[in-house]
């Protein structure tokens, strides 16, 4: 089994960063793609950015410019920098695990708890 555990949450206003972490536990990311997540009040989580083994990365166009995802397969750990902040953003985001990366929400094996970004404006 892999446990994830997310943080770095806060509250910023908007324009402003943060790092959000995923660090690994039990078993070795490097065999696996790391996907984030975010899940606003009422809403569907949506997948928001994504590493593949290899290192190849992808984003949902809403972040686009303003979200790096980045993976340290030595720390076993996952990091997303959140720049230029918006109020739209505001969500709890989750990080993920699955063999093969995917874009889309469905399919991700293991998940963490999640921490909160309020972004006000």
């Known amino acids: 089994q892999v446990q994830l555990v997310e943080s770095g949450g806060g509250s910023v206003q908007a324009g402003g960063s943060l790092r959000l972490s995923c660090a690994a536990s039990?078993?070795?990311?490097?065999?696996?793609?790391v996907g984030w997540f975010r899940q606003a009040p009422g809403k569907a989580r949506s997948w928001v950015s994504a590493v593949s083994t290899g290192g190849d990365t992808y984003y949902a166009d809403s972040v686009k410019g303003r979200f790096t995802i980045s993976r340290d397969n030595a720390k076993n750990t996952v990091l997303l920098q959140l720049n230029s902040l918006k109020p739209e953003d505001t969500a709890v985001y989750y990080c993920?695990?699955?063999?093969?990366?995917?874009?889309?929400?469905?399919?991700?094996?293991?998940w963490g708890q999640g921490t909160q970004v309020t972004v006000s404006s």
């Open positions: 039990g078993r070795s990311i490097s065999s696996y793609a």
């Open positions: 993920a695990l699955r063999k093969i990366v995917s874009t889309t929400t469905p399919g991700w094996e293991y």
